[in-house]
């Protein structure tokens, strides 16, 4: 009864900024945790960035000071905005959220992810 939307990505230039966002809709009650994670070719899956439902972010020391994490719990939505993008900052990358929802017994969290977006970085 969740579903998790991705949005943005796609080829931009060195040192670019471009933005991800991610829609989470359907029976939430809250959502204390999101996240980005990435995912490139021949690599493990690793989160990018996170934030709580109080605002608390935590990134990635590759990305730190690059990008920023931010969400609107109005619109149930968590954004990532990239700055001075390098060729290894190319991947896959995925919005994940813990979510409590009405769907389930005693409402209890579960994890759910979207459908991933390709960011590539090249000249």
């Known amino acids: 009864q969740v579903q998790m939307v991705e949005a943005g990505g796609g080829l931009v230039q060195p040192g670019g900024h471009p933005g991800l966002s991610c829609a989470a809709s359907?029976?939430?009650?809250?959502?204390?945790?999101m996240g980005w994670y990435r995912q490139a070719p021949g690599n493990q899956r690793e989160l990018v960035a996170s934030i709580s439902s109080a605002g608390t972010t935590n990134y990635a020391d590759s990305v730190k000071g690059r990008f920023t994490i931010s969400r609107d719990d109005a619109a149930d939505k968590v954004y990532l905005q990239m700055n001075s993008l390098k060729p290894e900052d190319t991947s896959v990358y995925y919005c994940n959220a813990r979510i409590r929802s009405t769907a389930e017994y005693f409402y209890r969290l579960n994890d759910y992810w979207g459908q991933g977006t390709q960011v590539a970085v090249s000249s």
């Open positions: 359907g029976s939430i009650v809250s959502i204390p945790f």
